[in-house]
Every structure is written in structure tokens, then in C-alpha cells.
């Protein structure tokens, strides 16, 4: 089994910053992509950023103020978020693709959100 916990919302003015954290424990054996998504009221969840094999992406919207940044020893991916906006209010949730075992398929887990709420 494979947990992830993330870290790091809050309320933040506009133009402020925030760190968050997802940290992925459990039975792992390689992960390959780490990613970050968020879902606004009404609206479907998005991508944010993702990192893979030594690259990385972005939604239009966050590139240039957001930063991904992943440390392997600690199976952890950061987001560190930069000038906020009001319309980055959302959920965030860390996504991780990996495998248990040298044999295992691949597996998608979701932490469990983390709310981002950015005041004008």
C-alpha cells in the first residue's frame, strides 16, 4: 500500500506565496511521474505541473510563478507557489505514478487535497 500526504495550504493574500508538500510512503519501488492538479467550485480538476525522467510542464496559467521540484531519497514533490492569484483558489492534489515492485504495473495514487485560498 502506498499513502501520500500532503502539506502546506492555507489562505494567502494576492501576490503571496505557499509551499506545499506531498509525501508518498509505503511499499515503493520506483516512481515516475509527480504531479500536482487542483479543482476549483464547479469547475473539473487540472493539471498543474508534472515531472518526469528529468522533465518537466506546466499549465499556461502558472508558468513563470509556479516551481515543481521533486527529492527522490525523501519520495517527495513540492510545489512552491509565487505572486497568487485569486483564481489559483482551489484543491490541490499531488498525484504519483509509480511501481511497488520491479514487476508491478503501474499505479496512479492521489493525496488527499489540500485547500488554497487566495484573497484579492
Known amino acids: 500500500q502506498v499513502q501520500l500526504v500532503e502539506s502546506g495550504g492555507g489562505l494567502v493574500q494576492a501576490g503571496g506565496s505557499l509551499r506545499l508538500s506531498c509525501a508518498a510512503s509505503g511499499t515503493i519501488f520506483s516512481i515516475s511521474v509527480m504531479g500536482w492538479y487542483r479543482q476549483a467550485p464547479g469547475k473539473q480538476r487540472e493539471l498543474v505541473c508534472i515531472?518526469?525522467?528529468?522533465?518537466?510542464n506546466y499549465a499556461a496559467s502558472v508558468k513563470g510563478r509556479f516551481t515543481i521540484s521533486r527529492d527522490n531519497v525523501k519520495n517527495t514533490v513540492y510545489l512552491q507557489m509565487n505572486s497568487l492569484k485569486p483564481e489559483d483558489t482551489a484543491v490541490y492534489y499531488c498525484n504519483v505514478i509509480l511501481r511497488s515492485g520491479r514487476y508491478s504495473p503501474l499505479s496512479t495514487y492521489w493525496g488527499q487535497g489540500t485547500q488554497v485560498t487566495v484573497s484579492s
Open positions: 515531472t518526469s525522467s528529468g522533465s518537466t
